[in-house]
């Protein structure tokens, strides 16, 4: 990885960790919600089999829903379920499905998609 590259990457990943700070802890925001549970299967075009991944989220968890993609050179990408999660919370819903392409710039053909399944547990 070349020293400009490596320096963007270093940037987004604090640039990341401020994010996760301002958006303060889950019981704060949401106390109504006991847990969360993001399951999501990874897709690349580059790939032929998708990866599995869960996510929790517990009241000492940031509320902070941006996921990673799975490319090792995207930098400003992934999937933000901020939406998706505050939309759900508001509704009092407790499951959701969707697909999300990863939001990152340059050539798409190297970044990741997601199926996602989202359970909320309510206090």
């Keep these: 990885m070349n020293n400009n590259k490596a320096s963007r990457k270093n940037a987004a990943k604090k640039e990341e960790m401020q994010e996760r700070l301002k958006a303060g802890v889950l019981s704060a925001n949401f106390p109504e ?3 969360i549970v993001i399951s ?3 897709s690349q075009r580059e790939i032929a089999k998708s990866i599995p991944r869960t996510v ?3 009241p000492g ?3 902070f829903f941006r996921i990673g993609c799975l490319n090792k050179d995207c930098v400003d990408g992934g999937f933000d379920l901020s939406q998706v999660l505050t939309s759900m919370i508001r509704n009092r819903r407790n499951a959701a ?5 990863c939001e990152g710039d ?3 053909a190297g970044h990741s998609a997601i199926d996602y399944e989202i359970t909320i547990q309510y206090q």
């Design 33 to 35: 919600v006991e847990s």
């Design 40 to 42: 999501m299967m990874y």
């Design 56 to 58: 929790h989220f517990c």
């Design 61 to 63: 968890s940031y509320a």
């Design 97 to 101: 499905k969707g697909k999300l392409d």
């Design 106 to 108: 340059g050539a798409s």
